[in-house]
């Protein structure tokens, strides 16, 4: 089939939409094409909120498509935003591509809530920064899934994640699309099959759009590269194993496994997608060129970074702590990373150092993941201690409450701490030759990447039933 023409007709999105304007669209959908949109509660968010399921179609194969299982990855609602309303008007398509399509704009719409101060704009690293949100992992949908595995041993799943995991027992998708996005850098992708045949046209989605390939580290030194770009999908095993192998110890991991992880238990046929696409984008992501630093060195350098800047984090919140509640949703995974870095980076040197391999000079878009992709995503952190204050500032004022010490110490720390957001955000516009992509080329390569899988899974299917 091609697919160019629904690609193309992506409209020209200058915001991301709010999880009650993606409600509504939902409805308003369904009221439109009710003989071929049905929409149902698949459960309640933890704040009693409904997540809303579309169905569409009803193809003799089961596709799966949910986003926003990290709240502030808002492009993949945008995608299926738009591919929802392509299902419904386009009966070729719909037809053609053959699936029963179940479609979920936003599986996690308490945490989005907590973003969407920065989805209108302006788009730059400091409102990101300053509004961004992210759970804890016990708390992210996509990493509740259960698992008992050597010394981990988790269930403890959340609402949402039981919403998506009743699904995928009941459908048994054919092709699950988790829609991801990342920060900074450029695009790749995670599939849970290796599927040569589909690398090139996932990287030409991309690079038709003229969004940059990430050609530097993966996310994770454990990850699976099947091609430039293309990794295997995360499984928690994998982290325990490495963790295990370079220390030595019981891996303390809090968190279940991943939807793609769950999925393949039930159905080991499920074909599960990832794109990952940045806000912002730099040119050294994709430069391939070798500098003088080893990528040990690069490695190793990144690690001392990070360690300092979490140093200073926790610094920053000494004074606080006793005053921070227990209701605070900013604080946690702050509080999570800061010991990771600062007890559990071991693991990661010794990897660095143990392979031969990283005494080569590195590429340009190694040293730049290293350093300034790195230096980026520290500084998210920065921007979750801000706001762990200002929740607390905003509970005591709230309560009228006369715990003058506390009112005082929270607004000396959120003070210097914006100041530090501030600074530390204008380092990174000067670091930086950055600019934001345009929502409309996000979601084209998103849609073009879950054609190009959903089509591959079609053609396959029906060889093997011709044979």
């Known amino acids: 089939m091609n697919f160019q023409s629904v690609v193309d007709q992506v409209p020209d999105y200058k915001a991301f939409l709010t999880v009650d304007e993606l409600d509504e669209s939902s409805r308003k959908l369904a009221e439109e094409f009710p003989d071929i949109v049905t929409v149902f509660e698949a459960g309640k968010s933890r704040a ?10 009803d193809g003799p194969k089961n596709a ?15 995608t299926l935003e738009y591919f929802s309303r392509a299902l419904a008007e386009n009966d070729e398509l719909r037809e053609g591509l053959g699936f029963t399509w ?9 945490g989005v809530r907590l973003n969407e101060n920065w989805f209108k704009g302006p788009f730059n690293v400091y ?15 996509e990493w509740t899934f259960p698992i008992d595995y050597k010394e981990l041993h988790f269930h403890d799943s959340l609402p949402e994640t039981q919403a998506l995991m009743k699904l ?105 997608l990832l794109t990952e696409l940045p806000y912002f984008f730099d040119s050294r992501t994709e430069d391939m060129r070798e500098c003088e630093m080893t990528r040990k060195e690069a490695i190793i350098k990144s690690v001392e970074m990070s360690q300092a800047h979490f140093a200073s984090l926790d610094q920053l919140l000494n004074e606080v ?33 143990s392979n031969p391999e990283f005494d080569r000079p590195a590429k340009i878009a190694e040293v730049f993941d290293n350093l300034h992709g790195a230096k980026f995503y520290n500084g998210l952190y920065l921007g979750l201690t801000v706001r762990s204050c200002e929740y607390e500032l905003d509970r005591l004022h709230r309560q009228e409450t006369n715990e003058e010490e506390a009112i005082r110490k ?7 701490g914006e100041r530090f957001l501030k600074e530390y955000c204008e380092a990174l516009e000067r670091e930086l030759d ?34």
């Open 321 to 353: 702590r006793p005053f921070i509640t227990d209701q605070n949703p900013f604080i946690k995974l702050v509080d999570e990373v800061i010991q990771y870095i600062l007890n559990g980076s071991e693991a990661k040197i010794k990897w660095a150092e």
């Open 434 to 467: 950055y600019s934001f992509i345009p929502i409309q080329k996000l979601v084209r390569i998103q849609v073009e990447s879950g054609l190009i899988v959903a089509d591959s899974i079609r053609r396959k299917q029906g060889e093997r039933q011709d044979v």
């Open 168 to 272: 995928i027992q009941v459908t048994k998708p054919d092709f699950m699309y988790s829609l991801h996005n990342a920060g900074f850098g450029g695009a790749y992708w995670y599939l849970t099959h290796d599927l040569p045949e589909l690398y090139e046209p996932l990287r030409k989605s991309a690079l038709k759009q003229e969004i940059p390939l990430s050609l530097g580290e993966p996310e994770e030194p454990f990850i699976t590269k099947f091609s430039p770009a293309i990794f295997k999908t995360m499984r928690i095993a994998d982290a325990y194993d490495f963790t295990e192998k370079f220390t030595g110890e019981t891996p303390n991991i809090k968190n279940g496994t991943s939807s793609s992880d769950y999925a393949s238990a039930i159905t080991s046929d499920c074909v599960t």
């Open 64 to 78: 799966l498509c949910f986003a926003c299982p990290h709240p502030n990855e808002p492009i993949g609602a945008m």
């Open 127 to 141: 409102s990101y920064t300053k509004n961004y949100y992210r759970p804890i992992g016990y708390e992210q949908v």
């Open 102 to 110: 179940y479609i979920i704009k936003c599986i996690d719409p308490d």
């Open 48 to 57: 009693g909120h409904s997540i809303l399921c579309m169905k569409i179609g």
């Open 410 to 416: 929270l607004q000396a720390t959120h003070n210097k």
